[in-house]
């Protein structure tokens, strides 16, 4: 699990982050900061669209824009929003990709801890990398 420093930093960046979400439809910014195992923190906002199926997560968002960046191995990912809410199934699957050992840290906009969990307890028997080489 993380040291509490490290938790209290990605909930922090993930807090500052989401005020600059783009999302007038749905009035639900979300705020995420993804923590790399080179120690960087790539943050990410949800970027919504008048088309609505081209809106993208937040957690997405930081995790491509780590991936753009060279980065394949994740520790941590933090996700505020208003009240908590959880990474939703896309968000899950693309995690997975990268390790089902990532700490996923939900918090509210408050900065308050709400869950503490890995990829692997919110996607259970999940497809990925392994199965395409059996
Ligand atoms: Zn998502």
Do not use: H
């Amino acid at each position: 699990m993380l040291v509490n420093e490290v938790r209290e930093s990605l909930i922090e960046a993930a807090k500052e982050a989401r005020k600059w979400a783009y999302a007038p439809y749905s009035q639900y910014p979300v705020g995420a900061a993804l923590f790399t195992a080179s120690g960087r923190i790539y943050e990410g906002v949800n970027v919504e669209n008048a088309a609505f199926p081209m809106t993208i997560c937040a957690e997405r968002v930081a995790i491509f824009k780590a991936v753009s960046e060279g980065e394949r191995e994740f520790r941590a990912i933090a996700v505020v929003t208003k009240n908590g809410g959880s990474p939703c199934g896309a968000c899950r699957q693309v995690l997975a990709e990268f390790g089902l050992e990532t700490v996923v840290i939900i918090a509210d906009e408050e900065g308050r801890l709400r869950r503490e969990t890995t990829v692997a307890e919110l996607l259970p028997e999940s497809f990925g990398p392994p199965d395409l080489d059996r």
